[in-house]
């Protein structure tokens, strides 16, 4: 098999939730640009498939393509998809901790001495809560906010406007459109497009016995912080965004003889 | 207690600006040229650019700005070794994000009106000892700098 196709899709995520579109608020940068790939880390990117096949026309190997999908106003991808949920674990542990201490020491270690306020400051430290437009069920690293470097925000309620938060990653749930419906791509998710499990990427196995140049579409879930009776919460946004394959097929080569498609190990004229 | 009208303001957003490393190819090729692409999230605020070398960052005075790195491959390593920049300007310090070993460069900007201010990024890219700055130099721009 050859190197794995890799597809970046930054989304501006702010800017998308604000102007309701990904158009103008996507980035998308292949490793395939030395192979012909055009429009790199632009919108209207151009991916260059390269097949390969036999003396019978058959297609030789696989290509493979993977989608991952980042945002430019949260932390980055080299963090663990579960980042989150581990911090708001943690900082729980360390709240629960300080209760534990005021509790033990019967509110007599409390900062200024009076235990009403340290529960207080444990309490806002605790976070700003949000809860999901799904109803009660909710996803432990989703009902806190966490910052660009990874805190916790606590609740500042005395503050206009949202905190400044890590937007939650953006949650590619399907690839559609030209080059799956004619079956130029055959697309996979792997993991499951909800807030729990973060929908980790899509892959798709490419038939290059078809070359051409083929559209396909990326459906992505953002998640908006709003503002409601009771209290905030995260409303998913669906959005679009289309893209383009270049899919070439040429004559499989041993890279040892030389040999082309011909029977014999030799090299071709 | 009364809240001032300062507490009460909204708390302006940093500026993420990510650098988008090819390692393979940079490794291959010995240089960031056609390799690197870099992003910020100010785009509505006048920044230009995106997605090249040449990022135009636009701030203001008070501005944070966080610097980050991703790889093309998800098993590639790439981090930032180094910023140099104008230290009056801002003064860029590296951080770890809180129970990981990922860094990211964290930065001020102390001034408006700083024209136009090109810096360097170098990176460490690979499991080797490959250190590789940017080909050209991004900016920052603030003020009545033209872009």
Redesign the interface.
């Known amino acids: 098999m050859s190197q794995?196709l890799?597809i970046?899709v930054?989304i501006?995520t702010?800017?998308a939730l604000?102007a309701g579109t990904l158009r103008g608020?996507t980035?998308l940068?292949?490793?395939m640009?030395?192979l012909g790939s055009r429009g790199?880390?632009?919108g209207d990117l151009v991916s260059a498939v390269v097949g390969g096949h036999w003396s019978n026309g058959g297609q030789a190997q696989e290509q493979i393509l993977n989608w991952?999908v980042?945002s430019?106003?949260s932390?980055?991808?080299?963090?663990?998809r579960n980042?989150h949920s581990?911090?708001v674990h943690?900082h729980d542990s360390r709240s629960l901790q300080s209760l534990g201490r005021l509790a033990d020491a019967g509110g007599a270690n409390a900062e200024d001495g009076d235990p009403l306020t340290e529960v207080r400051r444990i309490h806002r430290e605790f976070g700003a809560r949000i809860g999901t437009a799904r109803g009660r069920h909710r996803h432990a690293h989703c009902d806190r906010l966490m910052d660009?470097?990874?805190?916790i925000v606590p609740e500042e309620s005395?503050?206009?406007?949202?905190?400044?938060h890590s937007h939650p990653a953006p949650v590619l749930v399907d690839l559609c459109g030209e080059a799956v419906e004619k079956k130029v791509i055959h697309p996979a998710q792997y993991g499951s497009p909800d807030q729990d499990t973060d929908g980790w990427y899509w892959s798709a196995a490419v038939d290059t016995s078809r070359p051409g140049t083929y559209s396909y579409t990326m459906v992505v879930e953002l998640q908006q912080l709003v503002r409601g009776p009771a209290g905030r919460t995260w409303r998913p946004r669906r959005m679009s965004h289309k893209a383009r394959l270049n899919v070439t097929s040429t004559p499989m080569r041993n890279g040892f003889t030389g040999a082309g498609i011909g029977y014999l190990p030799v090299p071709s004229p | 207690m009364d809240?001032s009208e300062q507490?009460?303001?909204?708390?302006?957003?940093?500026i993420?600006i990510?650098s988008?490393v090819?390692c393979?190819?940079s490794l291959a090729t010995g240089t960031l040229h056609?390799n690197l692409?870099l992003?910020?999230?100010n785009?509505?605020g006048g920044s230009t650019g995106?997605?090249?070398p040449a990022l135009r960052t636009r701030v203001s005075r008070g501005d944070r700005l966080?610097w980050?790195?991703?790889?093309?491959?998800?098993e590639a390593f790439a981090a930032i070794e180094d910023i140099r920049i104008d230290t009056g300007v801002c003064r860029p310090e590296r951080?770890t994000?809180?129970?990981?070993d990922?860094a990211?460069w964290?930065a001020t900007v102390a001034r408006d009106d700083i024209g136009l201010v090109p810096y360097e990024i170098t990176f460490r890219i690979g499991p080797g000892e490959a250190s590789m700055t940017t080909p050209v130099p991004p900016a920052l721009i603030g003020g009545t700098s033209p872009d």
């Open positions: 794995q890799a970046i930054m501006d702010e800017n604000e608020n980035y940068v292949d490793n640009r030395r790199e880390c632009s991952l980042g430019l106003g932390v980055p991808l080299t963090l663990p980042y581990h911090r943690r660009l470097t990874g805190r005395s503050r206009r406007g949202d905190p400044v | 809240v507490d009460r303001a909204p708390v302006r957003r940093p993420s990510t988008i090819d393979v190819g056609e692409y992003l910020d999230s785009r509505a995106q997605g090249t966080l980050t790195v991703i790889t093309l491959e998800c951080h994000y809180p129970d990981s990922v990211y964290t």
